[in-house]
């Protein structure tokens, strides 16, 4: 056998094994090496700080849980959130974060290193992220071989749509969901594979650790049922499908159920129904079979198939039934929004106002998963030649994953390890085709075809009837590439002929191949670089901005006025901001607030959106009422930075109206032409507005009493700046971000952020939506 | 007739003592005349909207005239009158406590400009500005109607009726034509499946499904379809402006160059290597090459387009 | 089945029961016959704890998920315990020797009750 280039004969084959195992070991480490250390540009460029919004919360969950203990913290009431209500921390959060990071600390300092808590949770995400690597490694390994495992561990180490929600201070659930996610997913196949109910087992307990860890678990308990269904309805039913799949779901729906937020919901909420249908037929699927191999009389077989029929029918409609009683609930809001995606809009603005809850436009695919995005359909269609049971589960996760992640921008990171996945299996199928050393046979005759060729260019005639007569003499390979491609995909092929004729022929055809991967795998590199570094590693407390000549400033407004509020007002000051900034108030001022990110109570939070949209007078004796000591006002018109409260104030009145239809309606705010202007223009609601007077308040004065310019907005303020009769300005940050109001008591700090223009466009499409702009909706009518 | 109708009650009103009839009972006659809904022209308007009505009025400001070219307004009407027929059902004592009325911009662009529109269609609802109507709260100013759920009756009917007396009687008519249609396209997928199953059962037409269903939501079509962006920008303008945006057609060219890249990687994957002749295959290899080379550097420029800043190009 | 059987065809019903009866009678080793009847009394243990449930009360409704889920888990782990040491089904767990199937039995039984004690409250 002829090979391209030269290969050494003299090794054992026990040899090579070590060695390709001690490299498969190396390289997994350095990529694990390689996940952690591009999630540290966060830490490097601003500090090791907790990052966002949610990150805080679980921050101070996780102190108190460090601090006071596992029984504690599981009974900890934080009056001070959602002022005066109060929540019960301990039945209202996914527990599986803190605990993670609670044991870390106790073995840490178990072991005598005296490692800060907070610095566990900076650096959880980036650590789990190594896990990741590791767990898609073993789930690709399953579905083709241990190169394409280690291909798909780089992608997943590296790829940004991962590293979005995981640099080190995004201390927040998907941190180490995703780890639980795919190796879930791995137990799962390799549990169906061997049909064993040790790993159906483990699938389960990791199950139960990602219920206790991130409300996505819902991804898992549809995934796994309907890849079960699918299996059945192509008749692939096996006792290893039994097995696998009941086993994982006795244990692990029971598992869910320690989980307090969750609760019943698995045997009575609609989103956990499909998986106990699917429990349900296969056990009657499991028990016909087993009753056909004992008796094949033809008769009975009818009789069976049709109660097995019957059964299902029955299911189905008592489901229908139970669900209509109202002994089941029907979907919840923020899944049925991924069904129905008018929905949300319509009945729960409060879904909608989060900009991870919008849709995700191309170039928000693209940026995270680059030229994965491509090759991953290339990869779903490998799955298909082979289609083994497991390639079924990608090719499913490939479907659902895609359509979700296109309805929500924050699903991009469930579709993520699949694109890995599929797009490590079509690469390395490439790789493994263009570095195979064999050289295949040609034919003769067309090797004799191909040299005329070359000797005599003047004579191709000829050679082409004899190309011509070979074609019609072999048949398929040269009716063209579609031909060529049923016969590759159907696999029938050429084997049988006794020589190799399938392959590459020549070192330079390899060459160019596997230099045109190379090149992109460094291109992918260069630019999953870039994206961690310039977009995803900003904490949105700190920011930062160049400046001219290229340095970079930092704007720290939040902080500054988190540490007024802590400094200069006393422990039980409340203090009233959008939901957005309760829980960083929360964390770093330590004091009451009305609402924040968990927002279970809509009437509350559209209290403060009415309070926000009412006019001063409307607005005073919500805020006595509450016992608002202080008012949060964010803005960002001096510096530019368009994540500010102005912004987001359309979503405090669409909130607030769906409350109060009567008091707030959303026309009202805009100018007659159905514009959103803050300027001379901006309608007489909108500039009686507290929210926007609080934001323009002596805005004026910054500009030497000229009209100043809202550099967010691109307009100019009107002369004859708002005035203030019941709150008064208390504090304002350094660029203006953040203000304080009192009212006459209060405070309001003008927070002013500014991020750099191009930054700006990823750092801000993280939190709750800012330039949601629905009015185009009316055409002009053109006189 | 009803043209006559129409101009002579229109003169009438012109001659408001000539008859005794109230303000109330010429507009309920007008009505009568429209089916339900008022055609206003200024005049009309501002008896309709006088600031002694007892009445409350739900106006929608439309351009209907083909010269105006407004899409929306025509989609708008139908929705209108199907509101204001079911209102006009009520019994009659309830049914002339509020009217329906609509005033085409070129019946009346006095009204148009005194109220300072530039879009239609509009829908404002006026309240009742005396008597026992007269609402609470002292809020006489007219209330707009908030398209963003669509031009759809249900909605329009569901808002209006917070400030009619009554609850308006609006049911969707039953679409007999679609359920006709999906049952019809049930059967015939029923006996199609016999002849198809093959077809069904063929696992490569199940794999062209997944990619182009893949291909398409990675587009971002979902975003289009949420978002109701238009298909482009008009005057060629197909690249819609900014980072998280973007046009119906750009879902189209770049699931096509997805799609491309794809095919190309599954060609060199694929099929090259079953090629016997050397020369062929090296050939094919140099042009699925070159394809990925220059349809990749496409797509990084066109990636460029939509992020300002990104740092890096190929070729192109 | 019962309810859509005309006479004639429960005739023919009660003929297949019978055939299907003697059929597993001859045809089961003894171990598995053990495990079947195992199975059994699971199954009556789920029907009564469900019949409860249904007819006197579902309260403390974890306590009777708890027993339920342990009956139904217990019943699953068992028969995949069954199909795994089934000598028919020897092709399908080419990876799982009767005695590693046992192993698995025993842990996954562990796992479950642990969940069960916990859930009982």
Known sequence: MSTAYPIPSDISPATVKNTASLLRIVALSLISGAAIASRLFAVINFESIIHEFDPWFNYRATRVLAAKGFYEFWNWFDPTAWYPLGRVVGGTVYPGLMVTSGVIYNILHFLNLPVDIRNVCVLLAPGFSALTAWATYMFTKEMKDESAGLLAAAFIGIVPGYISRSVAGSYDNEAIAIFLLMFTFYCWIKALKQGSALFGTIAAVFYFYMVAAWGGYVFITNMIPLHALVLVLMGRFSDRLYVAYSSWYAIGTLASMQVPFVGFQPVSTSEHMGALGVFGLLQIVAFAQLVRTHVSSQQFQKLLFGSVVAIGVLGFFSFIFLTYKGKIAPWTGRFYSLWDTGYAKKYIPIIASVSEHQPTAWPSFFMDLQFLIFLFPAGVVLCFRELRDEHLFVIIYAVMASYFAGVMVRLMLTLTPVVCVASAVALSTLLDTYIDPTEPVADDDTRSEADSTVTSNGSSAPSKKAKKAAAAAVSAPSKGPLSDLVAAATGSAHAGTGNITTGIFGLDSRGVVVLNVVFMLMFFVFHCTWVTSNAYSSPSVVLASTNPDGSQHIIDDFREAYYWLRQNTPQDAVVMSWWDYGYQIAGMADRPTLVDNNTWNNTHIATVGKAMSSSEEVAYPILRKHDVDYVLVIFGGLIGYSGDDINKFLWMVRIAQGVWPEEIQEPNYFTSQGEYRIDDRASQTMKDSLMYKMSYYRFNELFGGNPGTDRVRQQQVPKEGPTLDYLDEAFTSENWIVSLFPSLSYLAPHHFFRSTSDASNCICSRNSDSDFVSMSLLVLPRW | ?316 | MAPKSTPASSETAFNAFNTLWKAYRDGTSDRLKFIDSFLFFLMLSGIVQFAYCILVSNFPYNAFLAGFSSTVGQFVLAASLRSQVNPDNKDEFKDVSPERAFADFALGSIVLHFFVYNFLG
């Open chain 2, 1 to 316: 007739m009803k043209f006559l109708l129409f101009a002579s009650l229109c003169s009438l009103l012109a001659l408001p003592s000539s008859f005794a009839a109230t303000p109330q009972e010429q507009l309920a006659l007008l009505a009568a005349a429209g089916n339900g809904v008022i055609k206003l022209n200024t005049e009309t308007y501002d008896l309709l909207t006088s600031p002694k009505r007892t009445w409350s009025a739900s106006i929608q400001l439309t351009a209907l005239d083909p010269r105006r070219r407004c899409g929306p307004c025509k989609e708008f009407n139908p929705a209108w009158h199907a509101v204001a027929r079911a209102w006009h059902n009520v019994p009659a004592a309830t049914k002339n406590e509020h009217f329906f009325a609509m005033l085409d911009f070129d019946e009346g662009p006095t009204v148009f400009q005194k109220l300072g529109i530039a879009s239609a269609p509009i829908v404002f609802n006026y309240p009742a500005a005396d008597g026992p109507r007269k609402p609470k709260n002292g809020n006489l100013s007219p209330v707009k109607y908030d398209f963003s759920e669509g031009f759809d009756a249900t909605p329009l009917a569901s808002f209006l009726s917070k400030y009619t007396p009554i609850d308006i009687p609006y049911k969707d008519p039953i679409d007999w034509m679609r359920w006709i249609t999906i049952s019809i396209a049930a059967l015939g997928a029923a006996l199609l499946l016999r002849f198809i199953s093959p077809i069904v059962q063929n696992k490569w037409s199940w794999a062209v499904v997944t990619v182009i269903t893949s291909l398409v939501m990675t587009s971002g079509y979902m975003f289009t379809r949420i978002r109701n962006v238009p298909f482009n920008g008009g005057n060629g303008n197909w690249i819609a402006a900014g980072y998280q945006n973007q046009f119906g057609q750009e879902v189209q060219v770049v699931s096509f160059i997805y799609g491309l890249l794809s095919f190309a990687f599954l060609m060199l994957i694929l099929v090259v290597p079953l090629q016997s002749s050397p020369q062929r295959q090296r050939l094919q290899v140099y042009l699925w090459t070159g394809v990925i080379m220059i349809i990749y550097s496409v797509l990084i420029s066109l990636f460029r387009v939509k992020n300002r800043g990104y740092p890096f190009k190929l070729f192109l």
